[in-house]
Nanobody, 126 residues
């Protein structure tokens, strides 16, 4: 498995922006699809965005389309989630996760990811 560490925790006002990073170690990073998930208090973990092994393909939850952008830099073993137009309902712990896949596909189901980071808190005030 690959080891993942999230960073970029923050408190922002509604309408603001924040960039999260997910740094990986332990295995060849470009062997993995990387995704972001969020978990709000009392709710289940849910899909946010994912990116294929070399960034050819991305996927987004409907709730974040047009506001969030996922990208990756395989030379730095890092995936980013750039969040703009933040809303109070985006408040959650955000997790990055990695899963094996073909080079041309991405993943969106929580069950497809088998390596997880510890999470980073994003709080959006109204």
């Amino acid at each position: 498995q690959v080891q993942l560490v999230e960073s970029g925790e923050g408190l922002v006002q509604a309408g603001g922006s924040l960039k999260l990073s997910c740094s990986a170690s332990g295995h060849t990073f470009n062997n993995y699809v990387v995704g972001w998930f969020l978990q709000a208090p009392g709710k289940e973990r849910e899909f946010v965005a994912s990116i294929s092994r070399i960034g050819f393909r991305t996927a987004y939850a409907n709730s974040v389309k047009g506001r969030f952008t996922i990208s990756r830099d395989n030379a730095k073993n890092t995936v980013y989630l750039h969040m703009t137009g933040l809303k109070p309902e985006d408040t959650a712990v955000y997790y990055c996760a990695a899963g094996a896949s073909t080079w041309y596909t991405t993943l969106t189901s929580l069950a497809d990811f088998d390596s997880w980071g510890q999470g980073t808190q994003v709080t959006v005030s109204s």
